[in-house]
């Protein structure tokens, strides 16, 4: 489909849902019960690496993780560039 200037005025106003992933591992189910307050769980990446970014549970690019006023936060460091990102909106059709 192609993004005409209305189809992309009315889709920088939708409001969409940010996801950081930190790092992912494997285990078995039987270990996640086990599990109890305290315990540890070792991640893919090594520490510095930062986090990827998703919107709607595609990668969108990648940031560093800080804290800013006492939050969680990401200072992106790479992304889609937005005229990918746009159309990924309107050819998956997610808007």
């Known amino acids: 489909m ?4 209305k189809n992309y005025d009315s889709l920088v106003d939708t409001e969409i849902i ?6 992912t591992t494997t285990i078995t189910l039987k270990e996640f019960l086990n599990f109890s307050e305290g315990d540890i769980i ?11 970014i998703y919107v709607n549970s595609r990668i ?3 940031g560093d ?8 936060a990401v ?3 790479d992304a ?3 005229d990918n990102v746009v159309r990924f909106f309107f ?3 997610e808007i």
């Open 80 to 82: 889609m560039d937005s």
């Open 60 to 62: 969108i690019g990648t």
């Open 91 to 93: 050819d998956e059709k």
């Open 75 to 77: 200072r992106v460091q």
């Open 18 to 23: 940010v996801d950081v992933l930190l790092g």
């Open 2 to 5: 192609e993004v005409t200037t």
């Open 65 to 72: 993780i800080i804290v800013m006023e006492e939050k969680l």
């Open 42 to 52: 070792t991640l893919n990446k090594l520490a510095g690496q930062g986090g990827d």
